[in-house]
């Protein structure tokens, strides 16, 4: 279902980038610090896709609930939070996300560079926020946003979050296409900081919109009972056609868990190779959706081995979130 959707997209992806000068910069400006504390919760909101045709004070009530109930510390938003969006929707969410008074973090997805806006105007309204904590330099690192979040514990490194751009669509041919990945710029730079870490004590976890291709692999063997997990997948899993490794390497660096969105009906987390693959939950009821399959996921961090007790899934009916939002609203 997903590539038919946007089959009809496909001439108007592509656009030519600019040639000018990129900046250099330090592994630590790639850094955010915040505090951390056991019981740490991060609040993942994935695939909202937003478009002209979106009702949004419903959605406006039915995302309120969701952030309310979480009460989370940092909220990350997963990739394709717009779909042939105008710039009201683009106006319209980041004055939401913004209005919580809490840390947020914005990454795309395949789908939210299109829209009747140039492709500068997401960046130019994303930094008006002032609760965003997005690093994003002009940089030569592919993708926008490639930056990691440092959970400090005093002068201790508890918990690292990588958060990675993982593209778009890559064209093979005129009239055909592969979802985008995470290239191998973007992994040498997380080995980089990983490898230039004197705190060695501390879980790293990686958020990325398109999944790798081992989150089919892991779910397959799940069903066998070859792995343990949790949750379901109701559609297979749409990641790059090429596979490049990137599970190995970002494993090999140190990360431990994976979260992504995309697949608007899957919720599976599965231990593959002592790494945890998790779909988070889609947080909303546009473009496709099960309506017993919406919400968010919430992790939460302790001081003991992250492992799937640490993942949530959330599952609210759109009708009865609308209905508690327009009470926390009023």
């Known amino acids: 279902m997903k590539k038919y959707l946007t089959l009809i997209l496909l001439l108007c992806l592509f656009f030519v980038t600019s040639c000018s000068k990129k900046e250099e910069h330090d592994i630590k400006d790639y850094q955010v610090v915040m505090e951390y504390k056991d019981g740490f919760k991060i609040q993942v909101l994935t695939d909202v896709h937003l478009c002209a045709l979106s009702n949004l004070e419903e959605?406006?009530?039915?995302?309120?609930?969701?952030?309310?109930?979480?009460?989370?510390?940092?909220?990350?938003v997963d990739g394709d939070s717009f779909f042939e969006a105008t710039k009201q929707e683009v106006k319209f969410f980041f004055n939401f996300m913004d209005s919580f008074d809490k840390p947020w973090v914005y990454l795309k997805g395949n789908h939210d560079h299109q829209g009747?806006?140039?492709?500068?105007?997401?960046d130019k309204?994303?930094?008006?926020?002032?609760?965003?904590?997005?690093?994003?330099?002009?940089?030569?690192?592919?993708?926008?946003?490639?930056?990691y979040v440092d959970l400090m514990n005093g002068t201790d490194l508890v918990y690292r979050l990588f958060m990675i751009d993982s593209g778009s669509y890559i064209r093979d041919g005129v009239m055909s296409y592969t979802y985008g990945q995470i290239e191998k710029d973007q992994i040498e730079?997380?080995?980089?900081?990983?490898q230039t870490e004197t705190d060695t004590d501390y879980q790293t976890?990686?958020?990325?919109?398109?999944?790798?291709?081992?989150f089919q692999t892991a779910y397959n063997g799940y069903v066998e009972g070859l792995f343990t997990g949790k949750g379901e997948n109701r559609e297979n899993s749409c990641p790059c056609d090429t596979n490049e490794r990137q599970f190995d390497k970002l494993k090999a660096a140190g990360v431990r868990a994976m979260?992504?969105?995309h697949d608007h009906v899957n919720s599976s987390s599965i231990i593959?190779?002592?790494?945890?693959?998790?779909?988070?939950?889609?947080?909303?009821d546009q473009i496709y959706c099960d309506n017993d399959m919406i919400g968010y996921t919430l992790i939460t961090l302790s001081n003991t081995p992250f492992s799937l007790d640490n993942i949530e899934n959330v599952f609210i009916d759109f009708n009865l979130g609308v209905e508690e939002g327009m009470k926390y609203a009023k």
Request: charged share 20%; glycine share 2%.
């Open 116 to 122: 009747k806006f140039a492709p500068s105007y997401v």
């Open 259 to 261: 979260f992504c969105g």
């Open 205 to 214: 976890l990686a958020f990325f919109h398109i999944p790798v291709q081992e």
């Open 125 to 147: 309204e994303l930094n008006k926020c002032k609760n965003v904590i997005n690093v994003d330099f002009d940089d030569n690192l592919s993708g926008e946003a490639n930056f």
């Open 272 to 284: 593959y190779k002592d790494v945890i693959l998790a779909y988070c939950v889609k947080s909303s």
């Open 189 to 194: 730079h997380i080995e980089k900081i990983q």
């Open 59 to 76: 959605q406006e009530y039915y995302l309120t609930n969701s952030i309310i109930k979480a009460d989370a510390d940092l909220i990350v």
